[in-house]
């Protein structure tokens, strides 16, 4: 297994990523804090770069508080390509279920 953590820090908004790999090829990205603003392309990146290396992929929201309409508009978008959510707290699963592209 290898972990890889990036944290993104602007003002009091802030996004830790911790990517954890394991031998079947998959990637799990445990994201923490706020899904906002610029964070979302950071979070993008990442997740851009994984699926390109063919890497089945796993969201665990677990430790997200907040989610903007651009971030649901980004987790949409990974839910439809196939990404696996887990942990979200109901705010965010309710956020999802009656986003306009749900």
Same mark, same amino acid.
């Not at 990146?45 to 430790?63: D, P, S, V």
């Given at each position: 297994?290898?972990?890889?953590?990036?944290?993104?820090i #602007?003002?009091?908004?802030?996004?830790?990523?911790?990517?954890? #790999?394991?031998?079947?090829?998959?990637?799990?990205?445990?994201? %923490?804090? #706020?899904?906002?603003?610029?964070?979302?392309?950071?979070?993008? =990146?990442?997740?851009? #770069?994984?699926?390109? %290396?063919? $890497?089945?992929?796993?969201?665990?929201? /677990?430790?997200?508080?907040?989610?903007?309409?651009? /971030?649901?508009?980004?987790?949409? =978008?990974?839910?439809?390509? /196939?990404?696996?959510?887990? /942990? $979200?707290?109901l705010?965010? %699963?309710?956020?999802?279920k009656t986003?306009?592209?749900?």
């Amino acid at each position: 297994m290898l972990f890889l953590i990036n944290f993104f820090i #602007r003002n009091d908004f802030m996004l830790k990523i911790t990517q954890t #790999r394991s031998a079947n090829h998959s990637v799990t990205l445990r994201f %923490e804090g #706020r899904l906002v603003g610029p964070w979302i392309g950071e979070a993008c =990146k990442t997740c851009e #770069r994984i699926l390109a %290396e063919g $890497c089945a992929l796993k969201l665990n929201l /677990g430790g997200v508080d907040f989610v903007d309409r651009d /971030g649901v508009a980004f987790l949409n =978008k990974l839910i439809s390509s /196939g990404v696996k959510l887990s /942990g $979200c707290s109901l705010f965010v %699963e309710e956020q999802l279920k009656t986003s306009p592209n749900a």
